[in-house]
């Protein structure tokens, strides 16, 4: 209290008490958010506390049919959905196992190659498991979520198979608490320590079979591939929910201005009769008037016919209207506009790059906390798990692998190879790390690498190429050129003796 306050405080107590509680609300008024504040211009925005299985329960179903519906029949939900499962998955995510020893190595790879990069692990016979990545991806993209079962089967390389399925398998009514403090959310069982222990599933399409009672499927047999973007969260949400209603108003937009084009392409020529009364009194008759226009029509209007040409209306600023609505439908799931569109007006070295690097962050986000550690992780595990039981792989090799995923396509060649490699000399970066990022098995290259310079120094061939005899090719090609010289220079990483001083 100041001495204004004090002052009044001794005349009038009640006074004062009114003065300090203004003052208390003024500093409330001034500390606040503008965007919690209740005004005209916030009194439509409805905005919810609600936790994250909440505000899915009610919507979920809508908003995965309408994301169908948009990517059946508008060609950028379409886009979207191909063009991120596209640069996520590619021609696959690989895996490189980390065994303790080559040989384990290579057992394990053979056998993945036999029953992974085969149709033998599609429970359908269709795809291999790289397929199987892009059309879960798919999925994920399109309806939010998809699933993966475990089948047991018999009489096969490895004794299981994949079966993928929507997310509409997941009993979504039954969402209750169970006795010992467990609990099911939207199909999904947890015990009493919230841990996913089983999931609640039909044996397929509820809008396709008469068997609508759903089953309890182990959690250990399931894979539960979605965005986790909430702590909490138990479902996935589909990607184009907040592009939705934009994308959808730009459809019909844009079916709105086609036709207007095809209104404005009717070449309309309206003939009017100005004196009706002397129409019959010369010229042609009525009835041998033209109704078409031709190219080199000379036509003689009857007395009193006057011709004018509709005005069609004109378009103007759609292209600058609708490539910022597709920016925001790009916005909204996660690449760029180029990468939607496939417009590149305008597109230089240097924007083109920006905009490509901060597209691939958040593919890298999608492959590396999404798709590795829900999909291709578990499915290793029951790879792995099959091998054993099967007697096919040891029980030592029961190691986790490490995932490469598709080749990124460079922008500028000419300038990123150089940088990968200053980055190897300088220590920065590992040779199988730009391996991986280029989408190379590091070990397979290495080995390839091995064989090519085995037959290159069975041959005596010295080439540029090889980085081991860079610094020295001038010199020993020089050396080599007469047959006694090479046939004594037997040992490659010895140096060829210095030429004589002229």
Request: one cysteine or more; a negative charge; glycine letters at 8%.
């Amino acid at each position: 209290m100041n001495f204004i306050d004090n002052l009044i405080a001794m005349v009038n107590p009640q006074s004062a008490v009114r003065r300090m509680q203004s003052r208390l609300a003024l500093n409330i008024l001034e500390r606040r958010y503008e965007a919690a504040s209740s005004s005209r211009r916030t009194d439509s925005w409805k905005a919810t506390n609600a936790g994250p299985n909440t505000v899915n329960e009610y919507s979920l179903g809508k908003l995965r049919a309408r994301s169908r519906d948009a990517y059946r029949n508008q060609v950028y939900a379409r886009n979207t959905v191909l063009r991120i499962a596209a640069n996520v998955v590619g021609t696959g995510v690989q895996p490189n196992p980390d065994g303790s020893s080559d040989a384990s190595k290579r057992k394990v790879k053979q056998l993945w190659r036999q029953w992974a990069e085969t149709k033998q692990c599609d429970y359908d016979g269709q795809q291999n498991i790289y397929g199987l990545q892009r059309m879960a991806m798919q999925a994920v993209v399109r309806d939010g979520e998809v699933i993966i079962r475990r089948r047991r089967v018999k009489g096969e390389t490895l004794p299981i198979k994949l079966q993928v399925q929507e997310a509409d398998v997941i009993d979504t009514l039954r969402n209750y608490d169970l006795e010992g403090g467990g609990k099911i959310i939207q199909g999904v069982e947890f015990n009493k320590d919230l841990q996913r222990v089983a999931y609640w599933l039909f044996d397929g399409h509820p809008e396709e079979t008469r068997k609508i009672t759903s089953r309890r499927i182990p959690a250990s047999d399931v894979a539960h591939i979605y965005y986790k973007e909430r702590p909490g969260q138990v479902r996935g949400v589909p990607w184009m929910a907040a592009s939705m209603i934009r994308l959808k108003d730009y459809d019909d937009y844009e079916d709105a201005e086609l036709i207007r084009q095809k209104i404005a392409a009717c070449f309309t020529v309206f003939v009017q009769d100005n004196n009706p009364e002397a129409s019959g009194l010369g010229g042609s008759d009525d009835s041998t008037m033209l109704e078409r226009v031709e190219p080199g029509i000379v036509e003689v209007l009857p007395a009193g016919k006057t011709v004018e040409f509709a005005s069609p209306p004109t378009t103007q600023n759609y292209d600058s209207y609708s490539r910022k609505i597709l920016q925001g439908v790009a916005a909204g799931v996660g690449i760029s506009y180029e990468a939607l569109t496939g417009d590149l007006t305008g597109v230089n070295f240097s924007s083109g790059r920006m905009g490509w690097i901060e597209m691939q962050r958040n593919v890298e986000d999608w492959q590396y906390n999404m798709l590795v550690p829900m999909m291709c992780d578990t499915v290793w595990d029951w790879f792995i798990e099959a091998g054993n039981l099967a007697g096919r792989i040891p029980s030592s090799a029961m190691e986790p692998a490490t995932w490469t995923p598709p080749r990124r396509e460079m922008i500028d060649p000419t300038r990123e190879i150089p940088a990968q490699i200053n980055a190897v000399r300088g220590g920065v970066m590992s040779l199988q790390e730009v391996h991986r990022q280029n989408g190379y098995d590091s070990d397979e290259v290495l080995r390839q690498m091995a064989e090519d310079n085995a037959k290159i120094d069975q041959l005596g061939l010295v080439l540029d190429s090889d980085a081991r005899k860079t610094m020295k090719a001038g010199v020993t090609q020089a050396f080599l050129k007469t047959p006694s010289a090479a046939a004594g220079f037997e040992d490659a990483e010895e140096e060829p003796p210095a030429p004589a001083a002229e």
